[in-house]
């Protein structure tokens, strides 16, 4: 089965520093998608960003990039120019490959990131 | 923010009630799914419906009973449950057929069972 892990409960970062959190997964899969997604304290989760396994390439969105390294089962999320509307949870999570059916997320505990001035 | 939304936003009920939660979605979607967030542990997927069919069912209590009348509106009916059955219920949707298969979270159901 897969599983994914996020080591740090809580992160916190100065206003305008940039923070990367961790996340690990295991999976016998070639082929899979990555994300994370964020939480804010109003609750509504929404997708940050987004990676395809088979895409070597890293990820990017605005201030938002990954760092998968696909051998070590790695996938951390960077935050550059970090701003108080970045405060939330953070989790990664896993998919497997099968655009045919619906799809079945597995998530990893969060991480609680603090942005302070 | 509106894309996916649940009423009600906040549920108290006794362990003897009978309640339920409501999820639609306004994105054409055609797969739904009910989480359950609980602290400092993972989210549990508990059930998925794709094209109106219950396609999953991670070995929910019966006291949590799903029902998808059409590809926008998922229900999640609630009965006799316990004070650990207190969490924050999700509902997601996502369109089947498409690479990522994105998901989209509607804001919750703060749960709270006395």
């Known amino acids: 089965a897969q599983t994914v892990t996020q080591s740090q409960p809580e992160m916190s970062v100065q206003e305008a520093e940039t923070v990367t959190l961790s996340c690990t997964y295991d999976?016998?899969?070639?082929?899979?998608?990555l994300f994370w997604y964020k939480q804010p304290p109003s609750r509504q989760m929404i997708l940050v960003i987004r990676?395809?396994?088979?895409?070597?390439q890293n990820a990017t969105e605005n201030r938002f990039s990954v760092n998968f390294q696909k051998a070590a089962k790695s996938f951390s999320l960077k935050i550059s120019d970090s701003q108080l509307g970045d405060a939330a949870m953070y989790f990664c999570?896993?998919?497997?490959?099968?655009?045919?059916?619906?799809?079945?997320?597995?998530f990893g505990t969060g991480t609680r990131l603090q942005v302070t001035l | 923010e509106t894309g996916v939304t649940q009423t009600p936003r906040h549920l108290v009920m006794g362990m003897t009630n009978k309640k339920s939660l409501k999820c639609e979605q306004h994105?054409?979607?055609?797969?739904m799914y009910w989480y359950k967030q609980s602290a400092k542990k993972p989210l549990e997927l508990m059930f998925v419906?794709?094209?109106?069919?219950?396609?999953e069912n991670n070995s929910v209590p019966s006291r949590f009973s799903p029902e998808c009348p059409n590809s926008s509106h998922l229900f999640l009916h609630l009965h006799t449950l316990q004070p650990e059955d207190s969490a924050l219920y999700l509902c997601?949707?996502?369109?089947?057929?498409?690479?990522?298969?994105?998901?989209?979270f509607g804001p919750g159901t703060r749960l709270t069972v006395l």
């Open positions: 999570a896993y998919r497997r490959v099968n655009t045919g059916t619906a799809s079945k997320l597995t």
């Open positions: 997601a949707s996502s369109q089947v057929g498409i690479s990522y298969n994105e998901q989209f």
């Open positions: 990676q395809e396994a088979y895409k070597q």
């Open positions: 419906y794709s094209l109106e069919e219950r396609v």
């Open positions: 999976t016998s899969e070639s082929d899979y998608y």
């Open positions: 994105l054409g979607h055609n797969a």
